[in-house]
């Protein structure tokens, strides 16, 4: 059982808009930054979104991020085939002293 | 290329130990704290460790502590992970991370290939 949870998966259809909810506590997304990544399928994962809401330069700015409160939201615009992939949130945790993610979220692209 | 690249894992019988090793290259190793984040065959992913720049300050997840040791030579840009006692459940690929941030440096902005240990009988 993850600390912080994601929805096992989502689907949506190209061209659309898909949103990837992360719910945490106090602890962790309550009082500290909210990183998101995405895992191609047999590679190893990437950094999306830091800080609840920057992105890394050079990547698309189809990838948004959220936070309010204990819970954080992924934002995709645009879909594309090629954002199929696991999307991982990620926080510091206060009381375990030490990182934790979310279970992630398969993103099916129909 | 800011890189890295793990080695050292491989098949082991419980009980026993296995070290792993990232070497470093592009970025000044020295200036970034490291970690090791770990993921069981269609798991997700699970921090297990992470060492300050300096190698003063090392942290560690409840279900590795008192069995595995974390240290780094910046002389060597190289991050390593001392598996002892391993058990069926540590079996997983092991990525070495590179993060940033405050105040707490979780944001992981360089992932190696990963390492495979499986720990079977």
């Known amino acids: 059982q993850s600390v912080l949870t994601q929805p096992p998966s989502v689907s949506e259809a190209p061209r659309q808009r898909v949103t990837i909810s992360c719910s945490g506590s106090?602890?962790?997304?309550?009082?500290?930054?909210v990183n998101w990544y995405q895992q191609l399928p047999g590679k190893a994962p990437k950094l999306l979104v830091y800080y609840d809401n920057l992105v890394p330069s050079g990547l698309s700015d189809r990838f948004s991020g959220s936070k309010s409160g204990t819970s954080a939201s992924l934002a995709i615009s645009g879909l594309q085939s090629e954002d199929e992939a696991d999307y991982y949130c990620a926080a510091w945790d206060d009381s375990l002293n030490g990182v934790v993610f979310g279970g992630g979220t398969k993103l099916t692209v129909l | 290329e800011v890189q890295l690249v793990e080695s050292g894992g491989g098949l082991v019988q419980p009980g026993g130990s296995l070290r792993l090793s990232c070497a470093a290259s592009?970025?000044?190793?020295?200036?970034?704290?490291m970690h090791w984040v770990r993921q069981a065959p269609g798991k997700g992913l699970v921090w297990v460790s992470r060492i300050s720049s300096d190698e003063t300050g090392t942290t560690y997840a409840d279900s590795v502590k008192g069995r595995f040791t974390i240290s780094r030579d910046n002389a060597k840009n190289t991050l390593y992970l001392q598996m002892n006692s391993l058990r069926a459940e540590d079996t997983a690929v092991y990525y070495c991370?590179?993060?940033?941030?405050?105040?707490?440096?979780?944001?992981?902005?360089?992932w190696g290939q990963g390492t495979m240990v499986t720990v079977s009988s």
């Open positions: 991370v590179r993060s940033y941030g405050a105040p707490e440096p979780d944001a992981f902005d360089i």
């Open positions: 592009g970025f000044t190793f020295r200036n970034y704290w």
């Open positions: 106090t602890s962790n997304i309550g009082n500290n930054g």
